[in-house]
């Protein structure tokens, strides 16, 4: 029996390079964002591997949630498996000189908005009696670290909304996992900088940073286990990276 999978964040980075993991593995896939552009060219890339459904919504807005979720086709109505991916960092300032939008993006993002499409799926799930949801936290909701506040709260949040879901759902079988990953080189950093591209690429250079398909592997690895083994927590890291702030770079 084919599983299907429904990825937030799948037009960039962890969730793109995800989608086409699971693609390859036949797992067919409900992919979304907010770039239409990039959907287009997921389902038509992916849809030579599986079956793909497009969802168009901000993680943001609840109406739009709870509406594309209930506009799923019958043959992707039943999901099994969910990847609370969606999010990103906005800023890197001290509190003092944060921007109140900033704030509300990764709160509103990387909190509420995993929530709502948590509940939306939820009754799938717990009709099925089965499910597996991983949320990908970040390296930054286990350790703060300076100009990182907002955004670590965020995933601090998440580390404890996953332990939270773990609690929750045992008693309807459904699965629950935490993927906090170190630096990756996706368009994180362009967006946490505001488009300043140059600012951007410092942020990767002189290491070699994670790559987004090395998550879209674990993540693959953790959803592929027997249905009686569950990774609860996952910490991943670049082999240069020590921690949130001990990064080894290359001198030159
Ligand atoms: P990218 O910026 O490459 O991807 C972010 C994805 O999230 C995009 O597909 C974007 O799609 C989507 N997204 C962002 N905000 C919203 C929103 N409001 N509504 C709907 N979709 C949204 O970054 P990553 O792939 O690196 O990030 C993925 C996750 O991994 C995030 O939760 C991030 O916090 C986490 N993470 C990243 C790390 C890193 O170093 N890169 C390390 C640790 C964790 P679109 O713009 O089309 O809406
Ligand atoms: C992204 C990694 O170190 O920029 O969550 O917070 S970090």
Same mark, same amino acid.
């Given at each position: 029996?084919? &599983?299907?999978? $429904?990825? @937030?964040?799948?037009?960039?980075?962890?969730?793109?390079?995800?989608?086409?993991? $699971?693609?390859?593995? %036949?797992?067919?896939?409900? +992919?979304?964002?907010?770039?239409?552009?990039?959907?287009?060219?997921? %389902?038509?890339?992916?849809?030579?591997?599986?079956?793909?459904?497009?969802? %168009?919504? !901000?993680?943001?807005?609840?109406? !739009?949630?709870?509406?594309?979720?209930?506009?799923? =086709?019958?043959?992707?109505?039943?999901?099994?498996?969910?990847?609370?991916?969606?999010?990103?960092?906005?800023?890197?300032? =001290?509190?003092?000189?944060?921007?109140?939008?900033?704030?509300?993006?990764?709160?509103?993002?990387?909190?509420?908005?995993? &929530?709502?499409?948590?509940?939306?799926? /939820?009754?799938?799930?717990?009709?099925?009696?089965?499910?597996?949801?991983?949320?990908?936290?970040?390296?930054?909701?286990?350790?703060?670290?300076?100009?990182?506040? +907002?955004?670590?709260?965020?995933?601090?949040?998440?580390?404890? &909304?996953?332990?939270?879901?773990? /609690?929750?759902?045992? %008693?309807?079988?459904?699965?629950?996992?935490?993927?906090? =990953?170190? /630096?990756?080189?996706?368009? $994180?950093?362009?967006?946490? $900088?505001?488009?300043? @591209?140059?600012?951007?690429?410092?942020?990767?250079?002189?290491?070699?940073?994670?790559?987004?398909?090395?998550?879209?592997?674990?993540?693959?690895?953790?959803? @592929?286990? =027997?249905?009686? +083994?569950?990774?609860? !927590?996952?910490?991943?890291?670049?082999?240069?990276?020590?921690?949130?702030?001990? /990064?080894?770079? !290359?001198?030159?």
């Amino acid at each position: 029996m084919s &599983l299907t999978a $429904f990825i @937030t964040g799948a037009t960039s980075g962890i969730g793109k390079a995800t989608a086409y993991l $699971f693609a390859k593995h %036949q797992i067919k896939l409900v +992919v979304c964002g907010r770039r239409t552009e990039k959907l287009k060219e997921l %389902q038509e890339e992916l849809s030579k591997h599986t079956a793909v459904h497009t969802l %168009q919504f !901000d993680v943001r807005n609840k109406e !739009d949630v709870f509406s594309a979720v209930a506009s799923l =086709p019958k043959e992707f109505a039943s999901i099994d498996i969910l990847i609370n991916n969606a999010g990103n960092a906005h800023g890197l300032s =001290p509190i003092q000189e944060g921007s109140l939008d900033d704030w509300d993006a990764m709160i509103d993002g990387n909190v509420k908005g995993l &929530l709502y499409v948590t509940k939306a799926i /939820l009754p799938s799930m717990i009709a099925q009696n089965s499910g597996f949801i991983v949320n990908i936290g970040s390296i930054a909701g286990k350790e703060v670290y300076a100009n990182g506040n +907002v955004y670590c709260a965020s995933k601090f949040a998440v580390n404890a &909304l996953n332990k939270g879901m773990r /609690l929750d759902l045992n %008693q309807h079988n459904i699965r629950v996992s935490a993927i906090h =990953p170190g /630096l990756v080189e996706t368009e $994180f950093s362009d967006v946490r $900088f505001k488009g300043d @591209t140059e600012r951007a690429k410092t942020v990767y250079q002189g290491y070699k940073a994670l790559q987004a398909e090395d998550i879209a592997d674990i993540i693959h690895f953790v959803v @592929t286990r =027997p249905y009686h +083994v569950t990774i609860e !927590d996952l910490i991943v890291y670049p082999t240069a990276q020590a921690s949130a702030t001990i /990064l080894r770079k !290359d001198e030159n």
